[in-house]
């Protein structure tokens, strides 16, 4: 039934994505509306894939593709703003209809994902966001903290950890002094500090080099690498 499907693995068998889904989605996004993607997508969850496999390997995988469409020449910075818009909302859809109660056993575990300052496209943080949102954790992100400087959030409440995301070497710099600044101010002096982005998969090495504890290929990842690196701080703490 909608609404009883984990984003983690359950362990029964589920449809996989195949290669031409996700170009049926791309097209859906690009030349047709959210409507049609989302037709698309609530189509495969009710014929058994997971909302895992959803988030990871259909709409992750259709946001990749159309950014390789742009750099290809096969569409303009428009038609990809616009694509990754529509797969966004998509994405809110879905996770709305799937939403999972709030935990109220103990506090939530609070996180900070925001962009690098001077970054354009958010859909991939965003796709973490719903991962720690599912995993019980309480999130800050572009939605709730728009127009405000993380350094300032940081400084005005506790945060377990902050993510922030980068997609290219021209802002390296700039996340580099951000992470400083957040260490410096944060209310949290053992706040853990995690980078994703197409950048650090390629340069897993650079982690160290903008002065991050880690980094995730994605947000089931993400929120693995989280509890590790609170379990490691808490320890060394």
């Not at 609530?42 to 742009?70: C, F, N, Q």
């Not at 897993?204 to 509890?227: K, M, Y």
Request: net charge negative; glycine share 10%.
């Amino acid at each position: 039934a909608r609404g009883q499907e984990p984003v983690s693995a359950s362990g029964a068998p589920t449809r996989q994505i195949e290669s031409e889904q996700v170009d049926a989605l791309v097209r859906a996004v690009m030349t047709q509306d959210t409507a049609a993607a989302l037709l698309l997508v609530r189509a495969l969850i009710h014929g058994g894939v997971s909302l895992e496999s959803i988030y990871l390997d259909l709409l992750s995988t259709a946001a990749r593709r159309t950014g390789e469409m742009w750099e290809a020449d096969l569409c303009s910075f428009t038609d990809v703003t616009i694509g990754l818009w529509r797969l966004q909302e998509v994405m809110h859809e879905v996770g709305m209809a799937n939403a999972i109660p709030p935990r109220t056993a103990e506090p939530p575990h609070r996180v900070l994902l925001r962009q690098t300052p001077g970054e354009q496209h958010s859909f991939g943080l965003n796709m973490v966001a719903e991962f720690f949102r599912r995993a019980g954790w309480q999130v800050h992100d572009d939605s709730s903290e728009a127009g405000t400087d993380p350094v300032d959030n940081v400084r005005g409440r506790w945060f377990d950890v902050v993510g922030l995301s980068l997609s290219g070497e021209r802002h390296l710099d700039v996340l580099a002094t951000t992470i400083h600044a957040i260490r410096k101010a944060s209310r949290n002096r053992g706040v853990g500090v995690m980078v994703g982005g197409p950048l650090f998969i390629e340069h897993p090495d650079w982690v160290a080099r903008v002065g991050a504890d880690t980094t995730a290929n994605d947000g089931r990842q993400a929120v693995l690498q989280a509890h590790s690196m609170i379990g490691l701080l808490a320890r060394c703490g």
